[in-house]
């Protein structure tokens, strides 16, 4: 890494009117966590770049970029939008038996979702857990046997291909989506609703019951259709005898599945989907997962990029689907690196995170919160940007070992200066892009912010 200058010490510069050099060297650093707070204009982005260029040349660079504009030379940018479609599907799993599985992958969705200003119901918990591990199971993997485990990733594209070529097999050989535990919902709504269980006689009924309600909908439009232009009879016919057969063969497999009832049990599948009106909020909740297109089976291309910028000006405005992507991604970010091992006091990863009040709060499982107190020995560390100290946790405000103040907004002095144990008069002096205030924790010494003149 190279020592990054900060500036020269304030007072000694106006009292002995000596240059003091300040730096940022991160071999006499507690940690390598980094706090930036100043208003819009004061220099953040500026910063940014400078403490990531001071970043040894073999750490990989993860940038969540809010607003676009963190321009890095270097840096492989993806731009994630509806448009694109590339995203990460939180399904895959790390089949090592250790730091990955089933439980894990769904612990991590419940955990991104309920870090929202929707937080999902104990009910909707208990479904969406349920719908998930059922998701996995129709794949063949099952959350006690790390031998199933292992499944292959492919892109939308390539499952659209399975499912045109009927390969079913090769379709049990690729993870799930969150298409598919969407389907899966529908499929245990009609199930409750119908009152039967999505499996074997009564997995028949329900695909009798769909291809029922498909061929109706299709003589439905033909006769509007057919109400303005000539009437093909024969077509409606065909249709009309077709929906018949269906019909039958949904009544006969009801009857089949109620005569093979033997304990009374089987409904207990469907019982655990707790009712139709839980199980429907939940769907919904999935498929606006689903339209914002950043939880898709189309990977980012970053290839083997060292400095990989996530350009999430596009989604930025969905504030709620913003947190959840990035903790996710910092949720599996975590995972990689406590997987590797400790690093012996080397970072190995940076991760700059902008407009962090979006991301932060004082939860003690709060990825940030957990990069900031445990993941110093795995070698990640992590930056933060926003307009006020205030902005980010105080899990991590007392243990970034390097906190940088540009200039703030008035109405933040006070509330700043209580967080910070600062005088407010420091931050008053504070002139946008001509002078800051600089905590460096360095190993040994008591902190303390000090003024500097940036070079």
Not at 178 to 197: F, H, P, S, Y
Request: glycine fraction near 6%; charged fraction near 25%; aromatic fraction near 8%.
């Amino acid at each position: 890494m190279t020592p990054v200058l900060i500036g020269y010490d304030y007072w000694r510069r106006k009292n002995d009117q000596k240059n003091e050099l300040v730096q940022w060297d991160p071999s006499r650093l507690a940690n390598h966590h980094i706090g930036i707070a100043g208003t819009s204009g004061a220099g953040k982005t500026h910063w940014i770049r400078n403490f990531i260029q001071g970043q040894a040349d073999d750490v990989v660079i993860d940038i969540f970029d809010y607003h676009g504009d963190i321009e890095v030379p270097g840096a492989k940018t993806v731009l994630f939008s509806e448009s694109t479609k590339y995203g990460f599907n939180p399904l895959v799993l790390n089949p090592d038996p250790h730091f990955g599985g089933v439980r894990r992958a769904i612990n991590d969705v419940i955990a991104a979702i309920g870090n929202t200003s929707r937080a999902l119901g104990t009910n909707q918990e208990g479904v969406l857990r349920a719908l998930l591990t059922d998701a996995y199971a129709l794949k063949g993997i099952s959350a006690t046997n790390p031998s199933t485990w292992y499944r292959n990733e492919a892109t939308d594209e390539q499952i659209q291909q399975l499912i045109e070529a009927h390969d079913w097999s090769g379709l049990r050989q690729v993870y799930p989506t969150l298409l598919d535990v969407t389907t899966l919902a529908r499929r245990k709504l009609k199930a409750l609703w119908m009152g039967i269980e999505d499996k074997e006689d009564g997995r028949q009924v329900l695909t009798a019951f769909d291809e029922f309600c498909r061929v109706m909908a299709t003589l439905n439009q033909r006769k509007m259709k057919n109400a303005t232009q000539a009437a093909d009879e024969a077509e409606l016919a065909q249709l009309d005898s077709k929906l018949g057969s269906l019909k039958m063969r949904a009544l006969d497999g009801f009857s089949t599945f109620l005569d093979r009832m033997q304990s009374g049990r089987e409904f207990e599948e469907v019982v655990k989907y707790n009712s139709r009106d839980v199980l429907l909020s939940v769907i919904n909740r999935l498929e606006n997962l689903q339209a914002i297109g950043i939880f898709n089976s189309n990977p980012p291309p970053f290839g083997n990029a060292r400095i990989r910028r996530y350009n999430l000006k596009p989604i930025a405005q969905s504030e709620d689907e913003l947190r959840m992507f990035v903790h996710f991604r910092l949720q599996a970010i975590i995972r990689e690196e406590m997987q590797r091992g400790e690093s012996h006091g080397r970072i190995r990863r940076f991760v700059v995170i902008d407009e962090c009040v979006l991301f932060n709060d004082e939860s003690r499982s709060n990825p940030i919160n957990v990069i900031a107190n445990q993941m110093r020995k795995f070698g990640l560390a992590i930056l933060q940007a926003g307009q006020s100290p205030t902005h980010m946790s105080e899990e991590f405000l007392s243990s970034a070992g390097t906190m940088l103040l540009l200039n703030l907004a008035p109405t933040n002095w006070d509330s700043a200066a209580r967080r910070l144990k600062i005088d407010t008069k420091m931050l008053q002096y504070l002139q946008p892009q001509h002078t800051g205030a600089v905590r460096l924790t360095e190993k040994g010494q008591i902190p303390a912010f000090r003024q500097v003149y940036f070079a």
